[in-house]
């Protein structure tokens, strides 16, 4: 059986046509699964079936490893020069370029989010993050270190080999890319699993693999669940590293499965519950699209949320008045739609879990502000909300919601809230809005956080580390520091006297 999406794009944005290859991608072919089954893509939008495509098992990470084992020790890894990996990588760019309104209608399909910001924010950024690491793959190098006049020592940093990487839904498209181009760049090979939620956009970049000329084996896609293509991956002794972006629970048990088998590198990305504190002196205006920026962009379904919200009470109730009347001009609806900022939460699954915290909320006795409820009658779409009156011990304050959800919360003493915002077992990401530069760099210097942005909210760069303290994961993800998740790095001792 063959497995190919075709799909006709007729709305006011995009009008063009898809169709490419849904099995799984190994050693440079797509194929059936080693099951024959096929797994079920759902339309956030309608609930409806999108299409279906091949389900990966254990038995296929092991002929993907196989593959990437075999292209690491013949065409890539060591025997191609950075130079080479750089061009293929470039390559690559130029062809998500071409076919970025493509990539954005397949994004936003099956995900949900805009259509708009799949066009203008998610794809750009993926393809400036592949021309940015192809800039690297020629510029790895060690040091040459002087111990005495008898030896030359120096260092060598070479790509690990076969590495698995376990990527989930809410940024398909841009989570493949954050962890293929540095391991690309650095010369390893990939066994990648995208969520079985969101497969389309990297079964369409398997196609554009293909297309630049990346020998086979070189990346190879799964699409399966976690509990068995996700754990044969962290358990295969075979792949000598791991990277996952989702859960901290899940994160756990790959680092667990990690290290009961190979001792495996492990990096990874997880969860937040990433505070926002604006000062009395903060820019009101500014702050309030920030602050709505920050927790209801990707309909909440990002790790760096910013859903506490501490404001101080100075300009509490008035930053309230316009953050209601911000948060209640949000537009929900058909992605694809010109004019919405707002889609579907991913899955039926997801829309229940966030309502699931909305009632918790409500039981605890924290005031639903504005928004609550599902919007409209099909689809998984949940009405962006705002709590007020919250205790810090509720699970809408501790717990992540993944969903278009934030706590506004009241505070009066700097210090104290400073306290508030570490009370947490995360620590991805915080912001805090001030017009006092002393103040924010005195705030931001004390916030358990991998990343603090002031007067603003996610805003990621290419060049610029992500990741978390605590239970937010291990490494970072860009700029430079992500080379290092990916190379092994080698001391060479040469003894130019040949004498004891």
């Known amino acids: 059986m063959s497995f190919v999406f075709t799909r006709d794009f007729q709305t006011g944005t995009f009008k063009g046509k898809t169709s490419f290859p849904t099995g799984v991608f190994i050693d440079g072919e797509f194929r059936e699964g080693a099951s024959k089954t096929t797994i079920d893509v759902i339309n956030p939008t309608d609930g409806k079936l999108t299409t279906r495509v091949a389900e990966a098992t254990a038995r296929d990470v092991d002929a993907a490893v196989a593959a ?12 191609v020069p950075g130079a080479q990996r750089s061009e293929l990588m470039n390559k690559l760019a130029a062809l998500m370029e071409r076919d970025a309104d493509e990539l954005s209608a397949i994004e936003t399909l099956d995900n949900g989010k805009t259509f708009w910001w799949s066009r203008n924010g998610d794809i750009p950024f993926a393809i400036q993050i592949v021309k940015y690491y192809a800039g690297w793959a020629d510029k790895l190098t060690g040091q040459t270190i002087e111990t005495d ?3 030359f020592a120096y260092t060598r940093h070479e790509p690990i080999g076969v590495v698995g990487q376990i990527i989930p839904w809410n940024f398909p498209l841009l989570m493949f890319i954050f962890k293929i181009a540095p391991a690309l760049a650095t010369g390893n090979t990939i066994v990648l699993k995208p969520s079985e939620f969101t497969p389309l956009t990297a079964l369409k970049m398997c196609s554009l693999i293909q297309e630049a000329g990346f020998p086979k084996g070189v990346v190879n896609v799964l699409v399966g669940y976690g509990n068995t293509v996700g754990q044969a991956i962290a358990e295969h002794m075979g792949i000598q590293k791991v990277a996952f972006t989702g859960s901290t629970l899940v994160g756990r048990k790959i680092m667990a499965a990690a290290a009961n088998s190979n001792l495996k590198n492990v990096t990874l990305e997880l969860g937040g519950k990433s505070p926002s504190i604006i000062f009395d002196d903060a820019d009101l205006e500014q702050a309030v699209n920030w602050a709505a920026h920050g927790i209801f962009w990707n309909h909440g379904q990002a790790c760096c ?4 919200i501490f404001v101080q009470a100075g300009i509490y109730d008035k930053f309230l008045e ?7 001009k949000i537009n929900v609806g058909d992605p694809f739609a010109s004019g919405i900022d707002q889609g579907p939460q991913v899955s039926q699954v997801q829309y229940e879990r966030v309502m699931g915290y909305i009632e918790s909320g409500m039981a605890d006795g924290a005031t639903v502000h504005t928004g609550g409820k599902r919007h409209g009658t099909n689809g998984y779409f949940i009405e962006p909300t705002i709590f007020t009156n919250t205790k810090p011990e509720m699970k809408i304050v501790r717990e992540e919601i ?8 009241k505070f009066t003493d700097e210090k104290d809230v400073v306290r508030q915002a570490n009370d947490t077992i995360y620590g991805l990401a915080a912001a805090v809005f001030t017009e006092n530069i002393t103040r924010a760099i005195e705030t931001t210097h004390k916030l358990q956080a991998g990343t603090v942005w002031v007067n603003c909210t996610n805003h990621v760069n290419a060049s610029m580390p992500f990741g978390g303290y605590k239970q937010s994961g291990i490494g970072r993800e860009l700029g430079e520091y992500a080379l290092r998740n990916y190379t ?6 040469i003894n130019l006297g040949h004498r004891m």
């Open 68 to 79: 990437a084992q075999m292209a690491y020790d013949t065409t890539w890894g060591l025997n």
């Open 149 to 151: 006049e008898k030896k």
């Open 305 to 308: 949320a910013g859903s506490r």
């Open 322 to 328: 316009k953050f209601t009347e911000k948060t209640r």
């Open 402 to 409: 993944f969903g278009p959800v934030g706590v506004v919360i």
């Open 488 to 493: 092994n790095v080698k001391a060479v001792h």
